[in-house]
């Protein structure tokens, strides 16, 4: 296919990298406890300092996937903490859909941590999509922790699709277009949407796992826009098609607000991170995102064991997962790896980056 959008300035951010950015704040207890609520993960590694203490990690942890949150950032055309999207010149004005993430976890996030993140660009690449051309740019982004030990590393992909001109969307609105109806979200009046809590269960060991097992679900939901605001004020980041719903209709295309990548990510990682449990260590997580959910929807994430292995002296277990939503629609899937104890043994808490 011949590249059409990305120009050589384009091609030649391929490789580059950003300048290291140390966070605000080092994580805190506040943190990671606002990060669990807004998740509704009851992980006492995250909210409890007395066990947390008594654990083998010694200390509160922060969530593993939520380890950055964005202080104070400006409020641009696509919400507070978009605009980082644009540091590729792309021939128009789209933000960028959250494609997936592929993320190694080497150390644990301890609450007292001081985060640096640096990005790379690693790819950008273009396909065709069912409505017209899109852009994918890949992003390798490294956090370390204030000793400079690599706490995590993922491969992210945004994806950028064509949008009408500023000039029609404009036109679109200044003609008082009407926005399109969409489900009004729980809860109704003298209403509480309950919350999910999910029981971590007993210690899982390597010997006892088989291929075909299927993991424990978590159901989340229904959602509602309440959620998704929780979700923007525990990470900071305020995309407007998370909560604006003119914006999201007329300016975006799309038919609703739609739920968080990320916090579909969440539910997918506590879904491992269960299933590890605390004796065990959460490895790698592969997801992409394969459709969108809305205010309303229920999601529920499973999984199933596709194979069991040893790498070295450790078992290690690989899962296909999935998101669905009480549409029926599968809207993400992925493959996660954790390693499980064998009996009598006692994982290490720093592991090297894979290939």
Sequence with gaps: MADTLITAEVRNLIGSETPPEKNRFPLSDEMAYDLADATEDPNPLYIDKDHADASRFKGLLCPPLATWKDIAPSIGYFGAGQESHFDVPLPFNSYGLNGGSDWQFLRPP????????????????????????????????TQTNQHGDAISVADR?????????????????????????????????????????????????????SVG????PVVKGPLTTTHLVRWAAAN?????????????????????VVVNGSLKNQYLGQLMVKFAGEEGWFRRFYVEHRGMDHPGDIITATGVVTAVREVGNYGHVDCDVKLTNNRGEQTATGRGTVVLPKKGQSLPLTWELED
């Design 110 to 141: 301890y609450v007292g941590d001081w985060v640096t993140r640096q990005f790379q660009i690693k790819d950008i690449f273009e396909k065709q999509g069912r409505s017209g051309p899109l852009i994918f740019v890949v992003r390798r982004e």
């Design 157 to 209: 992909v945004s994806i950028h699709r064509g949008l009408p001109p500023g000039e029609e969307v404009k036109a679109a609105v200044d003609s008082g277009k009407a926005l399109e109806s969409v489900v009004v979200s729980p809860p109704a009046p003298e209403q509480t949407v309950p919350r999910s809590v999910h029981d971590a269960g007993a210690q899982k060991h390597f010997e006892d796992i």
């Design 213 to 216: 097992m299927e993991l424990d």
């Design 236 to 256: 900071g980041n305020y995309a407007r098609i998370h909560w604006d719903l003119p914006f999201a209709q007329l300016h975006q295309g799309l038919a609703n």
